[in-house]
């Protein structure tokens, strides 16, 4: 079992930064894959960017290619997302996974808005 919390959410003005980490508690963090996850109100969850085991290849969602930066620390047993430049429509609820042959896990969310 893979326990997932995310911190490091808030309010901040339109293209402003915040970084969200994502503490996992596993003894074999990096056998897994890790991404984020965001779903804003009345819409579906959506792939925000992920990271290999090694942290070697990223992968990034359009919207937000050259704005959001994800990055791992194996020894901390942590994932990151750096976000600059945010937009209002970056407002939702940023989740965490882990991705490990046929299992996932998920954290609970970590709220992030951004006013106009």
């Known amino acids: 079992q893979v326990q997932l919390v995310e911190s490091g959410g808030g309010l901040v003005q339109a293209g402003g930064s915040l970084r969200l980490s994502c503490a996992a508690s596993?003894?074999?963090?990096?056998?897994?894959?890790m991404g984020w996850f965001r779903q804003a109100p009345g819409k579906e969850r959506e792939f925000v960017a992920a990271?290999?085991?090694?942290?070697?290849?990223?992968y990034y969602a359009d919207s937000v290619k050259g704005r959001f930066t994800i990055s791992r620390d194996n020894a901390k047993n942590t994932v990151y997302l750096q976000m600059n430049s945010l937009k209002p429509e970056d407002t939702a609820v940023y989740y965490c996974?882990?991705?490990?042959?046929?299992?996932?896990?998920w954290g609970q969310g970590t709220q992030v808005t951004v006013s106009s």
């Open positions: 596993v003894r074999t963090f990096n056998d897994y894959a």
């Open positions: 990271i290999s085991w090694s942290g070697v290849s990223t």
């Open positions: 996974n882990a991705k490990w042959s046929v299992f996932a896990y």
